[in-house]
T-cell receptor, first 117, second 111 residues
Framework: GAGVSQSPRYKVAKRGQDVALRCDPI?????LFWYQQALGQGPEFLTYFQNEAQLDKSGLPSDRFFAERPEGSVSTLKIQRTQQEDSAVYLC???????????????FGSGTRLTVV | TQLLEQSPQFLSIQEGENLTVYCNSS?????LQWYRQEPGEGPVLLVTVVTGGEVKKLKRLTFQFGDARKDSSLHITAAQPGDTGLYLCAGGETGANNLFFGTGTRLTVIP
């Protein structure tokens, strides 16, 4: 597609509920990233996919967080048993990856604002 | 843990003024990018710098990468209300595939 699409834009979950956030990246972008952004702060890295392989999940805050990209395109970030501290904007980005020297720029989606009540 | 510190954290100026935003780290980066983010949207890439000492200009915006590739600055000349937003620097470490984002500078340009 023309851009990175995320859904839903807003999600209100009751504490303890499971949620699933979807990201549809730019066609042909091999790299896909999930970031978490608190209000007024910079995004914090959660996880990275190259095609269907999850190469880095060091930023996932707990084992309640799980991400997948089974066919190397659409990705889903799942949060189980949501807690209030999970409230944040979840951003998805895709890129062409990197060359020998540097990382290519990201194209971000508009994000999903998750509020846990 | 944030590796990139930005200053100032907040900046409110009058239209037509000049400003500089700084991005500092103790780490060396193979590349550094600047993004601007508006409320309710994702960050949008402004520029990528890869060589120590490199200077890039984008209309009224001037970006510089430090000689040691640990810091960067963004200078805006004659700021306009449309420049309002959250400015983020992001560094790519050698061999890494993901970017580390800075703490952000929220700029407000008052008409």
């Amino acid at each position: 597609g023309a851009g990175v699409s995320q859904s839903p834009r807003y999600k209100v979950a009751k504490r303890g509920q499971d949620v699933a956030l979807r990201c549809d990246p730019i066609s042909g972008h091999v790299s896909l990233f999930w970031y978490q952004q608190a209000l007024g702060q910079g995004p914090e890295f959660l996880t990275y996919f190259q095609n269907e392989a999850q190469l880095d999940k060091s930023g996932l805050p707990s084992d309640r967080f799980f991400a997948e990209r089974p066919e190397g395109s659409v990705s889903t970030l799942k949060i189980q048993r949501t807690q209030q501290e999970d409230s944040a904007v979840y951003l998805c980005a895709s890129s062409l990856g990197r060359n020998e020297g540097y990382v290519y720029g990201y194209t971000f989606g508009s994000g999903t604002r998750l509020t846990v009540v | 843990t944030q590796l990139l510190e930005q200053s100032p954290q907040f900046l409110s100026i009058q239209e037509g003024e000049n400003l500089t935003v700084y991005c500092n780290s103790s780490s060396v980066f193979s590349s550094l990018q600047w993004y601007r983010q508006e409320p309710g949207e994702g960050p949008v890439l402004l520029v990528t710098v890869v060589t120590g000492g490199e200077v890039k200009k984008l209309k009224r915006l001037t970006f510089q990468f430090g000689d040691a590739r640990k810091d960067s600055s963004l200078h805006i000349t004659a700021a306009q209300p449309g420049d309002t937003g959250l400015y983020l620097c992001a560094g790519g470490e050698t061999g890494a595939n993901n970017l580390f984002f800075g703490t952000g500078t929220r700029l407000t340009v008052i008409p």
